[in-house]
């Protein structure tokens, strides 16, 4: 498994976002999923674009390919704080 170079925070709506877009849901249906307004969904889309320094959801999930971000990559090293 690839190793992160800087420690990123994401929240876990974000987390599973991130995980929605890798598996081509798209905005609305992510929305309906996590029943929050699309808007919400765009918002945070764009916090994560900073986050890793992209500009499109296709890069988005390139980078967590290239990371090896995977569902089980967020539920093993990237367990929910409660």
């Not at 249906?29 to 890793?52: D, N, Q, R």
């Not at 990371?67 to 990559?73: L, N, P, S, V």
């Amino acid at each position: 498994m690839k190793l992160i170079e800087t420690i990123i925070h994401f929240t876990p709506r974000e987390r599973e976002a991130m995980l929605l877009f890798q598996d081509d849901f798209v905005y609305k249906e992510i929305a309906g999923l996590m029943s929050i307004a699309e808007e919400t969904v765009k918002g945070m889309t764009k916090a994560i674009f900073k986050k890793i320094n992209v500009h499109s959801i296709c890069k988005m999930v390139r980078w967590m390919k290239e990371h090896d971000m995977t569902q089980e990559f967020f539920t093993v090293f990237l367990p929910e704080v409660h």
